[in-house]
């Protein structure tokens, strides 16, 4: 019971805490996520979305920290992952809708959350370079500390995903700043932060190409797909 007494110590709870503040700083970009996968679900699968996303991830996450000393072998961990994310950040703006509408619900679900499930473990490496190094090789706080943010994601979810169905605009500020977080990523790729350090402008430049392409290009989808939709009415 050597562990149940290590709960109460002032390290533990210091501990906790700061893994806690770590996972909530980067719940917004979680809850965006989630948001933007589940907006066109029917209502009642948005919720499923929301949860069932959200323990994904957690799950994702938890296995992440375990590996955390492997992950960190990986060269060019960083970089591949941030672009993956300016990827995943323009298909959930494009995508105005990802499934068919005419399909199964389940199928959709499965969509979202594999859209929320990967997004989240790629932008998860810095999260878990984080935790780890606040939890000091303690698994069981890894978990409290996620634990204890999932209300605050599933909550942030959905406040994102009324305000996205009332202001249009929301869905457009998500994406581009899940750009700056992949741009944030690939900037601090250990194989190339060194340039980006001693170069300053050049890391500013990549902000505004990759952040103004993700939303220039988003938008330019939509407005190709609500084009052809209104000819198709008017044929």
Do not use: C
């Amino acid at each position: 019971m050597e562990w149940l007494t290590d709960l109460f110590t002032m390290q533990f709870l210091t501990a906790l805490a700061s893994i806690v503040v770590i996972d909530l700083v980067l719940a917004g970009d979680n809850a965006i996520v989630i948001a933007l996968a589940a907006r066109n679900l029917p209502p009642h699968l948005q919720k499923k979305a929301i949860i069932w996303g959200t323990v994904g991830a957690v799950v994702v996450r938890s296995a992440m920290t375990i590996g955390v000393v492997w992950l960190l072998k990986i060269p060019g961990l960083m970089l591949v992952g941030g672009l993956a994310l300016v990827w995943i950040a323009y298909k959930l703006l494009s995508d105005d809708s990802d499934g068919d509408e005419h399909g199964t619900g389940a199928t959709t679900l499965a969509g979202a959350m594999k859209t929320i499930i990967i997004a989240d473990a790629v932008m998860g490496i810095d999260n878990v370079l984080a935790v780890a190094g606040a939890a000091h090789g303690s698994f069981l706080l890894v978990v409290l500390g996620l634990l204890i943010s999932i209300p605050i994601v599933v909550w942030g979810s959905r406040l994102v995903l009324k305000l996205m169905s009332r202001y249009p605009v929301i869905i457009y500020i998500g994406a581009g700043v899940l750009a700056f977080t992949a741009v944030k990523m690939i900037e601090g790729e250990p194989l190339i932060k060194p340039f980006f350090l001693a170069n300053q402008a050049i890391a500013w430049l990549l902000y505004l190409v990759i952040i103004g392409g993700v939303l220039g290009l988003g938008y330019l989808a939509q407005k190709r797909r609500t084009v052809a939709a209104d000819n198709q009415q008017g044929a």
